[in-house]
């Protein structure tokens, strides 16, 4: 299983990226695939998920800014975030798992490297 995250980067407040990550390894179509995020010296939140039938769910944190969406024919999982907050600050990560069902950080057992969104002026 590889993840691969792309789409970090520096971003005023109020603005928009859309995250990417590129899965290969498995069949992706048949995984819920989920974002979290990391703050340094600080614990791993969980932002979004999506399972295999495109349900989606997200933490309250990002309710009604971010976008969690996948592609089965392209093996990618996206989160577009708007409306972007200096506390969105942080190390993003695209994580599955065989078990994993599309919420919280449980069952999460393969995760990418991350990319870095920092919100500032």
């Not at 990417?20 to 819920?32: E, I």
């Not at 974002?35 to 600080?42: C, N």
């Not at 069902?101 to 057992?109: F, N, P, T």
């Amino acid at each position: 299983v590889t993840l691969v995250e792309s789409g970090g980067g520096l971003v005023q407040p109020g603005g928009s990226l859309r995250l990417s990550c590129a899965a290969s390894g498995f069949t992706f179509s048949s995984y819920a695939m989920g974002w979290a995020r990391q703050v340094l010296g600080k614990g791993t939140e969980w932002v979004s998920g999506i399972d295999t039938k495109g349900t989606t769910d997200y933490g309250d944190s990002v309710q009604g800014r971010f976008t969690i969406s996948r592609d089965n024919a392209k093996n990618t999982v996206y989160l577009q975030m708007n409306s972007l907050k200096p506390e969105d600050t942080a190390v993003y990560f695209c994580a599955t798992g065989v078990n994993y069902y599309g919420r919280g950080l449980d069952a999460m057992d393969y995760w990418g490297k991350g990319t870095l969104v920092t919100v500032s002026s």
